[in-house]
């Protein structure tokens, strides 16, 4: 386990180039999944089902099911359809890791923030036949959240502490 997100970030992104990061699914499962056992002794029913079963998200509890994005949002064609503009069962909360900021956002205020941006870059809202979204930085979603409420930057003091309360919080309300 990595205790720490300032420490996750200088050893496992820092060092590499883009191409080579060893991604989201080593987030979750070296960072992510363990601080949530820690805080809350809570086991993930499901820990990245991608294309299984049709579960919405990453990591799945119970209640409560988080999608995570590794310093870009490229959403693929069946998420943004089905998550952004349809009316599927969609993830409750977002964790987006960027090289200097963690965003921990409610789904749908997500969902505002994400096609604000994409009207920004002249994207249309409409249901893509195929491929990917545009490419979003996760560090560029923070300038449209909520600072110290759904981003923090990672150079913050006290981030551990902060992300623990936002993870508790969101736990909390799920319930």
């Given at each position: 386990m990595i205790n720490s997100i300032s420490l996750y970030i200088n050893n496992y992104i820092v060092p590499f180039p883009n191409n080579d990061l060893p991604g989201e699914h080593h987030f979750v499962a070296l960072y992510l999944v363990p601080k949530i056992y820690k805080l809350l002794?809570?086991?993930?029913?499901?820990?990245?089902?991608?294309g299984m079963k049709r579960k919405p998200g990453d990591i799945i509890y119970d209640d409560l099911s988080i999608e995570?994005?590794?310093?870009?949002?490229?959403?693929?064609?069946?998420?943004?359809?089905?998550?952004?503009?349809?009316?599927?069962?969609?993830?409750?909360?977002?964790?987006?890791?960027?090289?200097?900021?963690?965003?921990?956002?409610?789904?749908?205020?997500?969902?505002?923030?994400?096609?604000?941006?994409?009207?920004?870059k002249n994207k249309k809202i409409v249901p893509y036949k195929s491929g990917y979204t545009p490419l979003i930085n996760t560090d560029i979603l923070a300038d449209y959240c909520i600072p110290d409420e759904e981003c923090f930057k990672i150079s913050e003091n006290n981030i551990e502490r902060k992300i623990e309360n936002r993870i508790k919080e969101i736990f909390s309300s799920q319930v």
């Open positions: 002794n809570k086991i993930p029913n499901w820990v990245n089902p991608d995570v994005k590794y310093l870009k949002i490229n959403l693929t064609k069946t998420q943004y359809n089905e998550w952004i503009i349809g009316n599927k069962k969609k993830p409750n909360i977002l964790i987006a890791l960027g090289r200097k900021t963690i965003c921990i956002i409610n789904w749908e205020r997500f969902v505002k923030y994400y096609q604000y941006i994409l009207k920004t």
